[in-house]
């Protein structure tokens, strides 16, 4: 059985830090592009960061949504089947579920973790 297990999620006031994690399993987690999606209220779930499964000379493939570059980082560890999303200097804007993806390229399947609540406030 496929499991994508989000955790981290809380409270974290703005310009403070956070750090989701994600867990996979019943799946070859290192053939997979792991992703972060995130999903505020009102509003369509939209990608923050992507991790592909592929490496370049600099390290592997990551792309950011333009609103969280230079402030979110994504990682994973592929012995742990983890994902994980280092979130810093938060802004309130940044509140949401936040949900992790699996999708494995090309085409082929995807998977949803059922996501972690984000709260941003002072």
């Known amino acids: 059985q496929v499991q994508l297990v989000e955790s981290g999620g809380g409270l974290v006031q703005p310009g403070g830090s956070l750090r989701l994690s994600c867990v996979g399993s019943?799946?070859?987690?290192?053939?997979?592009?792991m992703s972060w999606y995130r999903q505020a209220p009102g509003k369509e779930r939209e990608l923050v960061a992507l991790?592909?499964?592929?490496?370049?000379?600099?390290?592997?493939?990551?792309r950011y949504a333009d609103s969280v570059k230079g402030r979110f980082t994504i990682s994973r560890d592929d012995v742990r089947n983890s994902v994980y999303l280092d979130m810093n200097s938060v802004k309130p804007e940044d509140a949401a579920v936040y949900y992790c993806k699996a999708e494995q390229p090309p085409f082929g399947a995807i998977y949803w973790g059922q996501g972690t609540q984000a709260t941003v406030s002072s």
């Open positions: 019943g799946f070859t987690f290192s053939r997979y592009d």
């Open positions: 991790i592909r499964t592929q490496f370049t000379t600099t390290g592997r493939i990551t």
